[in-house]
Every structure is written in structure tokens, then in C-alpha cells.
């Protein structure tokens, strides 16, 4: 078999595979964005953004993928005045401080190893010398597999009164986030994540105190600007319009399932692929505590570069898993298991892993991976 796209057990760390259902629904003609009917597709996406983030609150749909959703938070949300903590344990995370650092001048990083756990002390010291107006974390760090412990540091930002600012792209949809009780500012989520959109809309949660501490940002991604057109159904540049299309089928799709049961499968999904890692003999790369339920960041074997794994997967197999990020490449491979993944990718996927390791000699048990899989089935 040769890697076909159309075809492919897809299991990239994002974006991931599209129900046809979603596919389907971006073919349709041309409609006039400012006409009442698209008008009327914006609203129903209004009506059904809550399921996506388990919270009701003021919520913008942006033309974009993820960053542009992280650009439109740090512009309109950091302060001109007082200190902005970044914290990072990963890619994202690193990428995040760069964005933050374009925004704010007072800008302290506290970061742990890629791939360790969320540096909780050193954040909480941060908080207590007083004066910060901001605190950013990434709560899924998709470069890593790692799902950082916001309840952990949450009621020491409440205390501080800065503004709670998280990136959930991999994480909303994929990993439960208590928005409310953990007094979450603002939570960007990209569409190609556990919402299983295609790429390129960035969703915003905003609280009430955010939405009224927004200042003018950059101009396209004003989020004053997005959330007063909404009020419309509207929006204040042409939106990406097949896009919505899309996001409203997604949606729809995610309603069905419900929000619990999709994080329940996510869930289920992720216990699978650690416990089928575990029994191939092969090691997570990050703190196993903070194992993400989205991504698995597995340790490439040693001698096994991507040429050997990653590759060999794609163009014997059909199956595309994604390769490590940064000074991480060739040294891990990662499965994305969100959106909606299920069973049989997760077989399939490591069925094609067990042959090439066992190719190499290097399978104690064979079969031990798939029963682990098929062990954690409902
Ligand atoms: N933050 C996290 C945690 C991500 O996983 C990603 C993408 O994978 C991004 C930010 C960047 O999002 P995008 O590539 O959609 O702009």
C-alpha cells in the first residue's frame, strides 16, 4: 500500500480527519455574507458555540486558524501597564512568548523542560511579588503530548486578579476545561483540533471582565470589533464563509455526541494508545502524570529515526502520525487522537507499529499492543 490522502488513517496531531458530513457541507455556492441566510448560519453558530466550550459567555468566530485567535487575545487583552507572566513547557508555549512579547513590555517567562510539568511554584512566586496583570499558559502542549494542571495554579491567579489567558487549541473539545471554576479569562480553540473542523477559524471564549477590558489590538482581529458585528450575526470583514459552513456541521456533529461524550472518548481513546506504547516497549516523552488525552508523544526507539518509523508508516501503511517539533525532531513521533478518531484508527495505527518494530526484532509479545487496545474498547 502507498500513502493515498484520501484514504489515510489519519492521526496527526492536527488538524485531523473531517466527517464527510463536514466536507459535504462546505460545497455549496457562493452566498452573499451579508444576506439573511448566512446571517442565519451565523446565528445557529452563536446557538451552538456553549457546546464547544461547556460555557456560555461572549464568544467570537475568527477568520484564521489558531494563532490568529492567540494574536487577537494578547493584542486586545495585555496590559500597557504592569507585569504579564508566560508560562512554557513546550513549542506552543515558547511560540506563545514570542506572540506575548510582541504586546506587552513587562513580560517574565517561567518555564520548565519541554515535556516536564507545569511549573506551579514558580508561577505562584511570580504572582506573589505582586503587579501581574496577565498570565498566559498553554493548557494542551501538542508539541509535547502534555496536558498542563490549570486547576493547579488557577485559584492563585484568581487571587492575583490578573487576567487568566489560555491557549486551549488542542485542548478544547478534546480535554475537560472548567472555564468557570477556573476562572478562565479567555480560551482561544482552533477549528482542525477536537472540534474536527478544517483548518483555519480560531474560536475565542471571553469572560465578562475580559470583554470589558478589550482595547484596540491589531485591526483585523479587533475582538470588540467581532463581538459587536456578532451581535448582528454578523462579522466585520468577509468571513471565511465555506468555513463556517463547516463549522456549523462540526458542531452540529459534536452536539450529537455531546460534549462528555466526546471528551469520555477522547479519553478512552488516549488510555489505549498509552497502554499499547507501554506494551510495544516504547516510552511517552512527557511527565506520564500529565499525559495528554489528545496527543500521545511516544519516544522514537533507539536507532529509529523518522526515516525508519514515521516514513515507513506513511508510505507502506497508509498511516500518517506526526514527527516532533524543534530539537524534538527525529526523536519523537506523535499520534493525535482527538475530533473523531475512533477505535479502528487506533488499531490500525498500531498494528503498523507493531510490524515495523517486530521487522527489527524489537517486539517482546506480539500482539500485546493490539490487545491492549482492544482490552479499553466499550
Ligand atoms: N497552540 C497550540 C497548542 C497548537 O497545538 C497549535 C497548532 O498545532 C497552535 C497554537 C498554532 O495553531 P495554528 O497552527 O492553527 O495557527
Not at 307 to 335: C, D, H, M, S, W
Request: hydrophobic share 45%; aromatic share 6%; proline share 6%.
Amino acid at each position: 500500500m502507498t500513502f493515498d490522502p484520501e484514504t489515510t488513517t489519519f492521526l496527526i496531531a492536527g488538524p485531523v480527519r473531517i466527517h464527510p458530513r463536514v466536507l459535504r457541507a462546505m460545497s455549496m455556492p457562493s452566498l452573499n455574507h451579508r444576506g439573511d441566510y448566512f446571517h442565519g448560519i451565523v446565528q445557529e453558530i452563536r446557538e451552538l458555540l456553549p457546546v464547544l466550550f461547556g460555557a456560555k459567555g461572549r464568544q467570537v468566530i475568527l477568520s484564521g486558524s489558531g494563532t490568529a485567535g492567540l494574536e487577537a487575545m494578547y493584542s486586545g487583552l495585555l496590559p500597557k501597564e504592569g507585569r504579564v507572566v508566560v508560562v512554557t513547557n513546550g513549542n506552543f508555549g515558547d511560540r506563545s512568548n514570542e506572540i506575548v512579547r510582541r504586546y506587552a513590555s513587562n513580560v517574565t517567562t517561567v518555564s520548565a523542560p519541554w515535556g516536564q510539568a507545569l511549573p506551579a511554584e514558580a508561577v505562584r512566586a511570580e504572582l506573589a511579588k505582586g503587579d501581574v496583570r496577565a498570565v498566559c499558559v498553554v493548557h494542551n502542549e501538542t508539541s509535547v503530548g502534555l496536558a498542563n494542571d490549570l486547576a493547579g495554579i488557577a485559584p492563585a491567579v484568581r487571587d492575583s486578579g490578573a487576567l487568566f489567558l489560555v491557549d486551549g487549541i488542542s485542548a478544547v473539545a478534546g480535554i475537560p476545561i472548567a472555564i468557570d471554576a477556573w476562572g478562565i479569562d479567555a480560551l482561544v480553540a482552533g477549528s482542525q483540533k477536537g472540534l474536527a473542523a478544517p483548518a483555519g477559524l480560531a474560536l475565542v471564549h471571553l469572560s465578562d471582565r475580559a470583554a470589558s477590558a478589550l482595547h484596540p489590538g491589531t485591526f483585523y482581529l479587533d475582538l470588540a470589533a467581532h463581538l459587536k458585528s456578532l451581535e448582528k450575526n454578523d462579522t466585520p470583514w468577509t468571513p471565511a464563509v465555506p468555513l463556517f459552513l463547516a463549522l456549523r456541521e462540526a458542531l452540529l456533529l459534536l452536539k450529537e455526541e455531546g460534549l462528555e461524550g466526546r471528551l469520555a472518548r477522547t479519553h478512552r481513546l488516549a488510555e489505549a494508545a498509552r497502554a499499547a506504547t507501554d506494551a510495544l516497549g516504547l516510552a511517552l516523552f512527557p511527565d506520564r502524570r500529565y499525559a495528554s488525552d489528545t496527543v500521545t508523544a511516544i519516544r522514537n526507539p533507539d536507532g529509529m529515526g523518522d526515516p525508519e518509523l514515521r516514513k515507513v508508516l506513511e508510505r507502506q501503511y497508509n498511516v500518517l502520525v506526526q514527527g516532533g517539533q524543534g530539537a524534538l525532531t527525529g526523536k519523537i513521533f506523535r499520534i493525535g487522537h482527538m475530533g473523531i478518531a475512533d477505535w479502528p484508527d487506533l488499531l490500525v495505527t498500531f498494528a503498523a507499529l507493531e510490524r515495523i518494530l517486530g521487522r527489527a526484532g524489537r517486539v517482546a509479545t506480539p500482539g500485546a499492543s493490539l490487545r491492549a487496545i482492544v482490552e479499553r474498547m466499550p
